[in-house]
């Protein structure tokens, strides 16, 4: 990501195409290569991506997913029941 404090709101042309900047003055648009060599330049400063932490929540749905393996059930069918037609006498 490279940031600046001078483009706020911005959309500037660089040699890599245009760049467009954020409220904060934050850009993604470019490759990570590109951005460290934008870095270099006076007014934009090239700050690394942070990555997110892995989430506790996946162990627990695999632990979930072990406990009971759910069977098959079969459906029951029902023998069909017939009536008969009273004559009339």
Same mark, same amino acid.
Request: glycine share 4%; proline share 7%; net charge positive.
């Given at each position: 990501?490279? %940031?600046?404090?001078?483009?706020?709101?911005?959309?500037? &042309? =660089?040699? /890599?195409?245009?760049?467009?900047? +954020?409220?904060?003055?934050?850009?993604? +648009? @470019? $490759?990570?290569? %590109?951005?460290?060599? @934008?870095?270099? @330049? &006076? /007014?934009?400063?090239?700050?690394?991506?942070?990555?997110?932490?892995?989430?506790?929540?996946?162990?627990?749905?695999? &632990?979930?997913?072990?406990?009971?393996?759910? &069977?098959?059930?079969?459906?029951? $069918? =029902?023998?069909?029941? $017939? =009536?008969?037609?009273? +004559?009339?006498?």
């Amino acid at each position: 990501m490279i %940031q600046t404090d001078k483009f706020p709101n911005r959309v500037i &042309a =660089t040699p /890599y195409g245009k760049v467009s900047f +954020d409220e904060k003055g934050q850009s993604n +648009d @470019l $490759t990570k290569e %590109q951005q460290e060599k @934008l870095g270099n @330049l &006076a /007014y934009v400063e090239y700050v690394e991506d942070k990555k997110p932490e892995p989430k506790k929540e996946e162990p627990k749905q695999e &632990a979930k997913k072990e406990e009971k393996p759910k &069977a098959e059930t079969k459906k029951k $069918t =029902t023998a069909k029941k $017939t =009536t008969e037609k009273k +004559d009339k006498e």
